[in-house]
């Protein structure tokens, strides 16, 4: 039995978890239009367009299964913004396809998606190795802020936040393709500072500075074009 089945909106979607007994949900319809009935931002069969023509059936199979999985851990949060959150999420995603598209693998891409559904959406580390493999889940735990430790008698989830010390040293020394989507989130939450609403001065100059002692040192070494995207979204 699959880990995890998507099908077309609507369809079962049946979760295989740590146990042998399938969780099966019913997914509602899902759109890509704003409030107003218009397209707002890429839809799905735009993303799918984009990828590789050298991904395999099965390779586009996993990131659908990604795509969903993002998209329904994220479906009640927005961003500081007022977007939702998974906007974000598959812009990560799309900047990784834009620029790399003749390196750029299916678990690129698939990290991308999910990047923050372990920190926001505390999923089963287990969970994610289970449906995605080991590299994926190594990468997601280098990508999180947070540690996560389930007390499975009751429940009950502990998160403990990395220090930037000891986050960005696991970041830097992360396979390249990890640290691209590091820089490429980085990018997209850029992006939003100058929104008054959703960034104070104080916070605003914080991050910036966060970026050029950590982020800004990691996409030299990675990635050139990532780099030149990075330093114009803090001015230099």
Request: hydrophobic residues 35%; glycine residues 4%; proline residues 3%.
């Amino acid at each position: 039995m699959p880990l995890l089945r998507q099908m077309t909106d609507g369809a079962i979607i049946t979760i295989m978890l740590i146990g042998s007994t399938p969780i099966t949900i019913r997914v509602l319809a899902i759109t890509n239009k704003n409030r107003n009935g218009g397209e707002k931002h890429m839809n799905r069969k735009e993303f799918f367009k984009k990828l590789p023509k050298r991904f395999t059936k099965h390779d586009r199979m996993r990131i659908a299964q990604a795509y969903w999985l993002a998209k329904e851990t994220h479906r009640r949060q927005n961003r500081r913004t007022g977007e939702r959150y998974f906007e974000h999420c598959r812009r990560v995603a799309w900047t990784s396809l834009r620029n790399r598209t003749k390196e750029v693998t299916p678990n690129e891409v698939i990290a991308s998606l999910i990047h923050d559904c372990w920190e926001d959406g505390f999923l089963p580390q287990d969970l994610i190795k289970k449906l995605f493999g080991a590299s994926v889940g190594k990468a997601l735990d280098a990508l999180s802020k947070i540690t996560l430790r389930y007390d499975e008698t009751i429940g009950y989830v502990r998160k403990k936040k990395k220090g930037n010390q000891k986050y960005y040293h696991a970041i830097k020394h992360s396979r390249p393709w990890i640290r691209r989507i590091k820089i490429a989130d980085r990018i997209d939450n850029l992006k939003d500072i100058d929104n008054a609403k959703a960034w104070t001065e104080e916070k605003r100059k914080e991050y910036i500075r966060e970026t050029e002692k950590y982020i800004l040192p990691i996409a030299e070494k990675t990635d050139t074009q990532l780099c030149r995207l990075l330093k114009k979204k803090i001015g230099i």
